[in-house]
């Protein structure tokens, strides 16, 4: 008996004979549903083979007889969150065992991830992309693992908590070894466009169909401008590791501010970025989640963990791929180096949203599309993923009033019930 046949039936379901045969459609009635980026109540979504074959307003809906149901009431249904830079979870790393962390996320709602790989010895690079390339996919018990991040290691090495001396040149030589070694799982690339070379290599990732991200730079406006221009689309983790060149001094201020990466990021209608929110604001200050969030809108700001090995873990001291220790505590939820900077997170996706509502007041509507079309749109996987639509993957996430996950649904299954009754 699989984990839907065991789900216990309202008195309202047992009134309507819902169905036992384990094929039939699956219909989650009285939820709250995200529907075409708004909260619809009383919703019905109709799964059938793993897909969504409708979702609409009860009033609407037309239940097959023999459907299964589920009942949401006082739920939220969403589209399983999808985090499109993670390093590591629940003691697992993206580098060693990324399946691992298939089955630490998907308790968070994470749907479908890209293990994000941290700048590292070159070879040790290579010898890491075709452990995660041998599970790529659905992971029993687990989220999907869609594809690789390469966050690196073509960054900048003066900004951000990486090695600086893993951080190379992008010579073309290296950015098609890469890409071979991926093959088609190479989803997304964070490169810094003023380095030597970065501008073939940014045109070599876009001809291999991965997004190209900036990220880890202090490029110039022309720098910037051509790196657009070679196919960059996305940013990461925008207002971290992204300084100017050159701090202002009372000697060379001349009473103007200058327009930076973050302001041509913000300005610039044809880039998308994702963004890091954590409980205390450490790596973004509200104001500019805010400012984020005017300028770029819901659907093309994504909320990322960034989360590193030790979330999900006790606090104290673990050691990232590339050897360096990172240390978290109580009362917060990142993740620093010895030297106390910051290191990315210990967050999860839905701590990400709850941080989120809480520092900018946002509608809950506007956070869940940040979860998931906007990451799923920056990858370019939005045809599949990323919404609650007629013919998309049936990937969902319950989540009660208080944003607590109750279940994910993974292609019309069942793969994280912690009450271990019904769906709700």
């Known amino acids: 008996m699989n984990d839907e046949a065991r789900m216990k039936t309202s008195s309202s379901q047992t009134k309507d004979r819902p169905s036992k045969n384990p094929d039939a459609p699956i219909a989650i009635v009285h939820g709250t549903a995200l ?22 307003a009860a009033k609407e809906a037309a239940i097959p007889r023999e459907a299964r149901r589920i009942d949401a009431t006082d739920c939220f249904v969403a589209p399983g969150f999808i985090d499109i830079h993670i390093h590591g979870s629940g003691g697992c790393r993206a580098e060693d065992d990324a399946a691992g962390m298939a089955r630490h996320v998907i308790r968070s709602g ?19 992309i075709d452990r995660v390339r041998a599970c790529v996919g659905r992971v029993k ?7 690789i991040h390469l966050e690196g290691p073509f960054l900048n090495p003066k900004y951000g908590a990486q090695r600086p001396e893993t951080n190379v040149e992008p010579e073309l030589q290296l950015a098609r070894q890469l890409i071979e070694c991926c093959g088609d799982c190479l989803r997304l690339v964070t490169i810094a466009p003023e380095r030597c070379g970065a501008l073939d290599a940014i045109r070599a ?3 291999a169909e991965a997004t190209v991200s900036i990220g880890h730079s202090d490029a110039t406006e022309s720098e910037y401008l051509a790196g657009r221009a070679a196919g960059i689309t996305h940013a990461t983790h925008l207002f971290n590791a992204m300084p100017p060149r050159s701090w202002p001094t009372i000697q060379t ?4 501010k200058t327009a930076g990466i973050e302001e041509l990021i913000l300005a610039d209608d044809g880039i998308s970025a994702d963004i890091l929110s954590d409980a205390t604001a450490a790596h973004v200050h509200p104001s500019l989640l805010k400012a984020a969030l005017k300028c770029k809108g ?14 999900g873990l006790p606090c104290g001291e673990h050691k990232m791929a590339d050897g360096q220790s990172v240390f978290t505590t109580p009362n917060e939820d ?3 180096l010895t030297s106390g900077g910051l290191c990315g997170s210990v967050m999860t996706m839905s701590g990400a949203l709850r941080n989120f509502l809480k520092h900018t007041g946002a509608p809950l509507e506007v956070a869940l599309t940040m979860t998931s079309e906007a990451p799923a749109r920056a990858v370019n996987v939005f045809e599949r993923k990323g919404s609650l ?16 996950v109750r279940s994910v649904m993974i292609a019309g299954r069942i793969e994280f019930n912690p009450q271990g009754s019904d769906f709700g």
């Open 334 to 336: 990142v993740a620093r």
């Open 205 to 207: 990732f876009r001809a």
């Open 141 to 147: 018990g687990g989220a999907v693992i869609g594809g």
């Open 389 to 404: 639509a007629s013919g998309k993957d049936a990937d969902l996430v319950l989540l009660d009033r208080d944003l607590n």
């Open 253 to 256: 201020y001349a009473g103007v």
């Open 110 to 128: 994470t749907t479908w991830f890209l293990p994000t790989f941290i700048s590292n010895e070159f070879g040790r690079m290579l010898a890491a």
């Open 35 to 56: 529907i075409g980026r708004q909260l619809v109540s009383d919703a019905v979504i109709l799964v059938r083979n793993g897909k969504i074959e409708a979702a609409e």
């Open 298 to 311: 819901a659907a093309k700001l994504s909320l990322i963990t960034d989360a590193m090995v030790s979330a």
